[in-house]
Nanobody, 115 residues
Framework: QVQLVESGGDLVQAGGSLRLSCAAS????????MAWSRQAPGNQRELVAS???????YYPDVVKGRFTISRDNAKNTAYLQMNNLKPEDTAVYYC?????????WGQGTQVTVSS
């Protein structure tokens, strides 16, 4: 059974930085796509970064230039480096991955950005 565990969420001042980690465990032999999404109260969950097996990345305009996704395939781990954080970045951040044709989600980690 695959498990994704996020870490690194914290309270940070506007303009600060955080790095989130997502470690995948279990049967990860067929791990391909990995992504980070977020959901704030009253909002829909939105994709903020994704990365394919070959390292191709995607970012929506709202985070482009501030967030960077990376992965360590040997460790089955994805990272999200977040710089110049804004109060509107406050949300629960979720890691997701496609493994063996199935989509998996972590439990989320809280990121709070104070003004």
């Amino acid at each position: 059974q695959v498990q994704l565990v996020e870490s690194g969420g914290d309270l940070v001042q506007a303009g600060g930085s955080l790095r989130l980690s997502c470690a995948a465990s279990g049967n990860t032999v067929r791990l391909t796509y990995m992504a980070w999404s977020r959901q704030a109260p009253g909002n829909q969950r939105e994709l903020v970064a994704s990365i394919s097996t070959d390292g191709t990345t995607y970012y929506p305009d709202v985070v482009k230039g501030r967030f960077t996704i990376s992965r360590d395939n040997a460790k089955n781990t994805a990272y999200l480096q977040m710089n110049n954080l804004k109060p509107e970045d406050t949300a629960v951040y979720y890691c997701s991955a496609v493994i063996g044709g199935r989509n998996y989600w972590g439990q989320g980690t809280q990121v709070t950005v104070s003004s």
